[in-house]
Each structure stands twice: as C-alpha cells, then as structure tokens.
C-alpha cells in the first residue's frame, strides 16, 4: 500500500472528496465481533501503533540494501519480505482503523479510489489507495514517492525498483509555480551548537523534484528534526516530531516574521508574495554543489540574513536592495544600475507571481506552466551574465542521467524565478535588464528583484533629509511626499523645500501681502532643495484654471542663513483684482 501523509504547509498537498472525523476516541471505541462488544483499549492503540512503526522500519530497511534484482530468487525473496512487512502494518492500520470508526473515501481527479485507514503517531490521516505492492501500479509513475517501489509486470517476472533513481517523486500542489515547497533537513548546527548548513542534511523521507517542464522544485529546505509541536493531549501538552510537518511551518512561521518586519521598516506597505519568495530564495544557504538544484531547490532557509537585507535595503546602508516594478505592452524593458560594492559576490534574483496556466494532465507532460516568459540578465564591464538553468531541461532531451548536474547559466524560460550570480566581479556598474518575451497576459506583469553586493546608493539630498528625520529613506504612508506626517497643514516635501520640520507642528512661516499694485510672497528656502526641486511663487488669473505660471515674477532674496534663504517673490497685479497666487515645489 502507498501512505500519504497531508501535512500542514505552505504548499496544499492533496485535495478530496469527503472527509468525516472519527467519532470516536481510542481510549473508548469498542469494536464488534461475532455479536460481542470488544474495547479497544489503550494498551491496544499502542501495541498496533508500535507495530506499523516496526513494520515501516522493516520496509525501509528492505528497500535500503543492494539486492540481485536480476535474480528470480533473490527477487522473489524482497517481494515476500515486503509483503509480510505490509501485512504486520496493514493488520494494525485496520484494526485501528475500525475502532476509531473512519468511514472516509472518495476518489482523486485522476479516478483513482482512496480510503481513510489511520491517523499517524503525528496525527496525520493515511489513505489506503488503489494499489499494492504485489500488483501493477495502475497510476502515474511520478505519483510515487522516492522511499516507495513500483513494479511493472511483463506477464512472467515482477522488476522492482526505485522510480527514477528517487528523483521527480513531487506531487499535486507541491508543484505549484508560485508556492513555496518546503523540504525536511536535519538541524543545521555543528558540535558547538553553531550554524552550520552543511549539517543541514535532507532527510529521505524528503521528495525531490524536478517538475514535469523541468522547473526547479522543491524551493528551499528547513529544519524539521526534533521541533516542539502541540499535541491533542491538553490546552498545554507537547511533543518532539520530525518530518515536513515540522519543517513547513517552521519556514512559514519565519516568513511571517520577515513580512511583519517589513512592515514594521516601511510602515503602510505590505510585502508582495513575489517579493516575499524572491527574498527567501536570494538568502538561502547555498548547498553545494553552487546554484540551485532539484534536490535542495536554491538551499536552507537563513530568516537572519533575509532580515539583514531588509534592513539593509530600509536604511540605504547597501548590503541589499528590494525593488518592485512592472514591464507592460508599453514598456517592455527595464534597468537598474547598480555599482559593485568591491568585497561581496554580486547576487540578484527575480521573481514573479505568475498568471495560472491551462490545466496540464499526463505523466511526464513537458508542457510549460510558466504563462509570462520574464527574462533577467546582468550587464557588466566584462559583458553580458545569464541566470541559472537546469541542463535537464536546457539541453532539451530530458535525460534522466541530467536530473543531478550542476546548474549552468543561460536564457532560462520555464521557471517564475531567476537568479544571476556573480562569485567574484569586476569593479564598475552593472545594470540589470529585466524584459519578456512574447505576450503578457493582462498586457503587464508586476515583478521582484532582490539585490546583494551592490554598492550603498548615493542618497539625494532629499533622501538624506529623509533618512535624518524619519529614520529611513522611504516614502510610503505618513512619510509619503504629499502626505502631512505632524499634521500642520504642511506635506512633507514642501516642509523639505521650506526647511521646516516635518516632525513638528510648524507655524505657517508664508507672508503674503497684496494690493492693486503688487503682490508678495515672503518665505524661507532650503538651499539644499534646489538642485533637485523648484521652489517658487506661481500665479493665475483663474482659480480653476491649470495655466498656472511663473512668468513675470520677480525674486529677491532678503537674506542667507546656513542652507536656509529667506525669499520674497513679487509679482505686478497689472490693474486686476481678481488674480491667484501658490507656493510651489516641483521636480526638476
């Protein structure tokens, strides 16, 4: 029998028809037996739950060793070892089974027949499925798991084998493009009780991918050995589990804690998912061999680093930078420049939430999911740099003995995340060129970009002034241009351009006299506004007019302090008495 567990995780693993709790508790249920009443006692629930333990230990230990497949008789023998194994567990699963009263099945959309037989010692429900270990798989080989046989029969022998060597054994949602699939390493610490990701083994219970179209799956690893976990026991009760159970909303739970974060250094904004993900991946501790790869996707989970760059990126200081923009029908190309910070390796990755592709049915269907074609590449004094690919799906046959090579560099066009790496640049600019190829669905397509080892930005005087009055040089919320953070009537980047505190409840510092003859506006002017803004007095003669202008005023500065001037701009009234004057700041 194949056993599939559902845990809880980023990723929705499995869906089904019906689903009914048991009724019943395995202290209390009694089973019925030739018309008498028979308690299924504790001493009973963990007698059969020791035994399916044993039973799955013997498995797999049977399926661990080397065995003379080509031998009829050494065949014949891991055959029968198997299914006693199968028989000692299913024995227990079933009495389990009907003393906690399961009644659930239904089928998958694939029309194969499931039943709910037991509930996990990490209470976890088990389906007993179509299939067994003595009789022809009947459903997709990619459908079995890497710790799990198949057999395919030839009317005379039974060949017994692992599929694909335990690689491409993910399944259903875990495959989906924009999820995140969390893997199960062992702790990540040396003997000294330090970090350590080489220690951060993947544990064999552990699927591998690739997806069908060759795209990098799992995403990333985390440590579910040995996790605290609440239990059914009490409102207090806990127990140590293992498994992708512990190592799923270990990962999501630092994410969570990566967005509130985020929130809490750009107060008002919220982080997208495709910046979310890139952030994750970018930062994760590489395995070797370098670059992502179908057994550990792009590495272990680091939530410090990935926080690192966030703070990083809040305070301007380089050592990462987080950009969120679009390419349309319109604008097809984009670029960002960067400098080499000259110590670090140069790291940028994008990602993006894509559209949902058709329905793709079939084993081994080479069809793409991926929807908008994104492209990053990496422009530098040394010339042009690609993202990473898998030669398993770059080179275009598909062959199987690729699935474990190291990732190249090259035009990747089946994943919604791309990453160049640059282990040792050269001193200068880069640019980062993000385009796309064919059509857009929905004419645009929003996109992430991470950036590591670039150099700090060199911060206007604006985000200077930015960065000493708020702490950061972000303009979102209350620390929006046009948004009044002390609310004195005062948006924030006129206080920029008047050299007034945006902090501070300010006393309107405007003076302004008019009579039939002229009119003046008195008020102070930050000198250190001016190579980036215009500050001055403009004028129109009607209200509800936008033919608004500074033609014809006249400006005399009355007096210099520091960076701070103090302006009078005069404008003849040319007989009218019906004439509008405003303070304005402007970009240049």
């Known amino acids: 029998m194949k056993k599939i567990g559902l845990a809880l995780s980023i990723i929705v693993t499995a869906s089904f028809a019906e689903e009914v709790k048991p009724n019943t508790s395995p202290q209390s249920t009694q089973q019925i037996k030739d018309g008498k009443t028979k308690r299924y006692t504790r001493a009973m629930f963990e007698l059969d739950a020791k035994t399916m333990r044993d039973a799955r230990k013997k498995r797999a230990d049977i399926l661990s060793k ?22 000692e567990r299913m024995g227990a699963v079933r009495r389990r089974a009907a003393a906690g009263g ?23 429900p088990v389906y007993e499925e179509d299939q067994n270990v003595n009789a022809a798989i009947t459903t997709a080989a990619d459908q079995v798991r890497s710790s799990a046989i198949y057999n395919e029969v030839d009317g005379s022998s039974v060949t017994i084998a692992v599929y694909k060597g335990g690689w491409d054994n993910m399944e259903g949602g875990t495959l989906a493009k924009n999820s995140i699939a969390v893997g199960w390493a062992a702790d990540g610490l040396d003997d000294g009780g330090n970090r350590d990701p080489v220690e951060a083994k993947a544990q064999k219970w552990s699927c591998r991918g690739p997806a069908d179209d060759g795209r990098i799956k799992p995403d990333i690893y985390g440590n579910g050995s040995g996790l605290r976990s609440s239990t059914a026991g009490s409102d207090t009760s806990t127990a140590s589990y293992s498994g992708t159970s512990m190592s799923s909303p270990n990962c999501c739970g630092s994410a969570a804690l990566l967005v509130d974060y985020y929130s809490s250094r750009f107060p008002g904004e919220s982080m997208r998912a495709s910046t979310l993900k890139a952030l994750i991946l970018h930062t994760a501790d590489d395995r070797s061999p370098t670059g992502p790869d179908y057994k550990y996707g792009w590495g272990i989970m680091n939530t410090q680093a990935a926080a690192d760059v966030i703070k990083a990126h809040a305070d301007s200081s380089g050592g990462g930078v987080l950009l969120e923009s679009l390419v349309d029908t319109n604008i097809t ?60 799906v770059a080179d275009g046959d598909w062959d199987e003995n690729k699935i474990d090579d190291k990732a190249t560099t090259g035009v990747n066009d089946v994943d919604n995340v791309e990453q160049v790496y640059l282990a040792a640049p050269v001193a200068g600019d880069y640019q980062i060129v993000v385009d796309y190829v064919g059509t857009l669905t929905n004419d645009e397509q929003i996109y992430s970009l991470v950036v590591t080892g670039q150099t700090a930005p060199e911060l206007t005087e604006f985000e200077s002034w930015r960065l000493a009055n708020f702490g950061t040089t972000n303009a979102s919320g209350t620390m929006a241009d046009d948004a009044d953070f002390d609310e004195d009537g005062i948006a924030n980047l006129l206080e920029f351009g008047l050299a007034t505190s945006p902090k501070e409840t300010t006393v309107n510092p405007l003076m302004f006299r008019a009579d039939l003859t002229d009119a003046q506006l008195t008020y102070p002017r930050n000198l250190n506004s001016t190579n980036e803004y215009d500050v001055e007095m403009i004028w129109s003669d009607n209200l509800m007019s936008n033919n608004w202008s500074a033609i014809g005023v006249i400006e005399n500065i009355l007096s210099e302090s520091g960076s701070v001037q103090q302006v009078e701009s005069s404008l003849p009234m040319g007989g009218t008495s019906n004439r509008y004057f405003r303070l304005r700041i402007k970009k240049k």
């Open 102 to 124: 399961w009644k659930v099945q239904g089928k998958y959309s694939d029309g194969r027949g499931f039943q709910l037989i037991d509930f996990d010692e990490h209470g976890l």
């Open 66 to 87: 080397r065995h003379n497949m080509r031998d009829k008789q050494s065949r014949d023998e891991v055959v029968r070892q198997l299914k006693d194994a199968e028989e």
């Open 333 to 392: 190309s984009r670029t960002h420049t960067f400098g080499w910070d000259g110590t670090s390796p140069l790291r940028v990755t994008l990602c993006w939430t894509d559209p949902a592709s058709p329905q793709i049915y079939g084993h081994d269907n080479r069809t793409k999911a991926l929807v908008n074609d994104l492209n990053l590449k990496v422009i530098g004094p040394d010339g042009t740099h690609y993202p990473y690919v898998m030669p398993y």
